[in-house]
């Protein structure tokens, strides 16, 4: 994979900002007016458990510290529910569904929906997940073919958008429907009102979000892509199938006996479509694009793989035994996590490790800068597997991996994620080469998910 001459004794330095004071971020983003909030972070982000971010009308307080940011995930007082301007951005997007609910709107939805979670099982779903690959790979054999150059974002969006499909609806996904959803989230990523600079620095807390008509345009063009796959589903007389839509559609609140609405099935089983695809898709699209610059490591998981499944199908069993290839997954989570920040607010005046906080003070956990900060992580910004190996993990200081968040509300489709991620590099890399056009030009920006700030262009070939 790749083309460039590399040293493979050195540790790589996959793309990101470089740290700079508080004040030059600050410029820096203001110059780049991309409204990125990875240029905003400071250096001291990467070296500090606590760091008071300046600059802002509502003061605002990153934690990196492994202990106080589990305290505040388990919330035992109710003190610290989702950020206000998290929740204003995806409410067009996906109501007060248990994304974004706290207290007890979360618990009640959780309960009712606890029942679909069995369809994320990884045994209950290997079948959907391989019989997907299949199909996506008579696609690359076609792109590889004809050597046109793809877009990876969107190939990775493809394809998991069909599997969270069929896992979700029993039915795969209209390739324009895939592209669709995928072109309108980029849309509602770029211009919702959450990331804009002005609204961090000069915004109150607790104000309403207004979001543009852009932003609300796109929403709805993707709700409607959700509703027109439930309407059959909840249509008289249809036929109940067993899998997460029927179990939602069929999910009713254990106290009032209620069932969801047409809008709160949309709104929570768009949860599921979205965080189901959109964040593993992310987390695809840079480990292709890692690979495609490290030979060394494609040549290490295409060994891992044919000890482990020969020239044969890739098994459920084979796929859970490939400890490298999960490596460098949790790797590619560890230095991008698809969900940059996890903002909480101060519903009331509180203390945080000593520290004196106001009603309304934003609390950003940040599994990005947790992830690379130097107290806690040897070579912090460096891509390494190898630290994820069995006799090394003992090293890792808890708390302080989060890419799927911690605690109760952790991301109930964090292993599903992880399986079907390494099923899919187990496949594509034993069988393709891929090739980034331009890579000096690749670099991260956070918004909602951490994505390129260019849609990477690469070239795919057979083997």
Request: hydrophobic share 45%; charged share 25%.
């Amino acid at each position: 994979m790749g083309g460039i001459l590399i040293d493979a004794n050195a540790l790589y330095r996959p793309p990101a900002p470089a740290p700079l004071s508080a004040l030059a971020a600050l410029v820096r983003t203001v110059l780049r007016g991309e409204q990125d909030l990875l240029s905003l972070l400071p250096a001291e982000a990467y070296s500090k458990p606590i760091t008071p971010l300046g600059f802002s009308r509502r003061s605002i307080l990153l934690v990196n510290d492994p202990a106080v940011s589990t305290e505040i995930f388990a919330d035992a007082e109710g003190i610290y529910p989702k950020n206000d301007l998290m929740v204003g951005a995806l409410e067009p997007l996906v109501g007060n569904s248990m994304f974004v609910s706290s207290g007890e709107i979360w618990r009640r939805q959780r309960r009712m929906i606890d029942p679909a979670f069995s369809h994320m099982r990884i045994n209950r779903a290997f079948d959907v997940m391989a019989a997907t690959v299949d199909d996506y790979e008579s696609h690359l054999d076609r792109v590889a073919g004809t050597g046109e150059s793809i877009s990876l974002d969107a190939a990775m969006s493809h394809l998991t958008a069909d599997i969270v499909c069929r896992t979700i609806f029993s039915k795969s996904l209209e390739s324009q429907t895939a592209r669709d959803v995928f072109d309108n989230f980029l849309i509602f990523e770029r211009h919702v009102a959450n990331v804009e600079l002005g609204r961090l620095i000069f915004g109150r807390p607790f104000a309403q979000v207004h979001q543009s008509d852009t932003v609300l345009a796109a929403c709805a063009r993707i709700r409607r892509h959700i509703g027109d796959l439930v309407d059959p589903r909840i249509a008289t007389g249809a036929a109940q199938i067993d899998d997460i839509a029927g179990a939602v559609i069929a999910a009713q609140d254990p106290q009032s006996g209620l069932r969801f609405t047409r809008e709160e099935l949309i709104d929570q089983i768009g949860v599921f479509f979205l965080a189901g695809h959109e964040t593993t898709a992310s987390a695809l699209t840079w480990v292709f694009f890692i690979l495609s610059m490290r030979p060394e490591i494609v040549a290490r998981m295409r060994a891992e793989i044919a000890r482990v499944s020969g020239d044969g199908p890739v098994e459920f069993e084979h796929a859970k035994q490939m400890v490298y290839v999960r490596n460098v997954f949790r790797e590619t989570l560890r230095l991008y996590p698809p969900i940059t920040f996890l903002p909480r607010v101060a519903a009331a005046d509180t203390t945080i490790a000593g520290r004196r906080i106001k009603r309304g003070a934003m609390v950003m956990l940040a599994p990005w800068a947790t992830h690379r900060n130097a107290i806690y992580w040897k070579n912090a910004d460096r891509f390494d597997p190898d630290r994820f190996a069995p006799e090394n993990e003992k090293n890792l200081v808890p708390g302080t991996y989060m890419p799927f968040g911690l605690g109760q509300r952790i991301c109930v489709g964090a292993a599903f994620a992880t399986f079907e991620s390494c099923l899919i590099l187990a496949r594509l890399v034993r069988r393709y080469d891929f090739e980034t056009l331009a890579p000096e030009k690749v670099r991260p920006v956070a918004r909602l998910t951490t994505r390129p700030s260019r849609e990477i262009s690469v070239r795919v070939r057979r083997r």
